[in-house]
């Protein structure tokens, strides 16, 4: 908002890499160097930012839900984004609240379970399991961390440390936090398995993280209000939901707090 986003980097030839900090970045032949300037000296070429990653494919453009296209699977989730199809970008689906397919020309990849919880992102062709949030954020929380930082730098509350902020509440190692800002500037969250053939247990799991991290920032929990990084958050919205049938869709836990809520009036109205 008040400073302009880094979209390159200079490196000075005749700088001593060994003096500058740590920042990983990963070639194209997949090797890893502690940062770029190493990377430049090498005259390598850059495959994405962040250390060289495993269990996912290193070759072969995607279209990430964010509508970017990335030169494979791997620098897509060093971007912390989930992979939509393969192949570059190509169509822009409908934002939807329901976990059904948006693009008929596109390939989707086979779901692990097609009864599981999930969601089509907005703007995405194809729908994936997982637990899954909107986020709002107040812009005014934004320009206070900036006042307490002295404008110094908007690392420490970019998108990609919110993230990194949601994905150290996540408490399964099998979990990853991947997102992105959405069309409408809310910030789409989904929580995935990170295994290539995870379990109905496994896939649980990531739900009930998503759910977790929803209830810390609708109650301000500590947790989240005393990371700057995760500060501007002020409401969360759970999203996931079964797959599209012809029949109205219903997320069965917000169906029961309806139901709470509306005993508990009861009783207070007896009262």
Same mark, same amino acid.
């Given at each position: ?142 320009? &206070? ?62 739900? &009930? ?63």
């Amino acid at each position: 908002m008040h400073k302009p986003c880094k979209q390159f980097e200079c490196i000075n030839g005749s700088t001593e890499c060994s003096s500058l900090p740590k920042d990983p970045v990963c070639d194209a032949n997949k090797k890893q160097y502690d940062n770029a300037c190493l990377l430049a000296h090498h005259n390598a070429k850059l495959a994405y930012r962040g250390p060289c990653l495993k269990r996912c494919r290193e070759n072969g453009q995607v279209c990430g839900i964010n509508g970017r296209t990335y030169t494979s699977e791997c620098a897509a989730h060093a971007d912390m984004i989930s992979v939509d199809y393969n192949g570059p970008c190509s169509s822009i689906g409908l934002i939807t609240n329901t976990k059904s397919r948006q693009c008929s020309n596109v390939k989707c990849h086979e779901l692990p379970d097609e009864s599981c919880l999930g969601i089509t992102p907005p703007g995405a062709c194809c729908p994936l399991c997982g637990g899954s949030l909107r986020l709002l954020y107040s812009r005014k929380q934004i320009d &206070r961390a900036l006042y307490a930082l002295q404008n110094r730098g908007t690392d420490s509350i970019n998108l990609r440390s919110l993230l990194k902020g949601l994905e150290r509440q996540v408490q399964i190692a099998q979990c990853t936090v991947r997102g992105y800002v959405t069309v409408e500037t809310d910030i789409f969250v989904v929580i995935q398995s990170n295994e290539g053939y995870p379990s109905s247990l496994q896939l649980e799991a990531c739900i &009930r993280e998503a759910e977790k991290i929803a209830g810390l920032v609708n109650m301000k929990s500590p947790r989240i209000v005393s990371e700057v990084s995760l500060s501007s958050l002020t409401l969360a919205t759970v999203v996931h939901t079964h797959i599209a049938t012809s029949s109205t869709h219903i997320y069965i836990p917000n169906l029961m707090l309806t139901i709470l809520a509306a005993t508990f009036q009861y009783i207070w109205f007896l009262r």
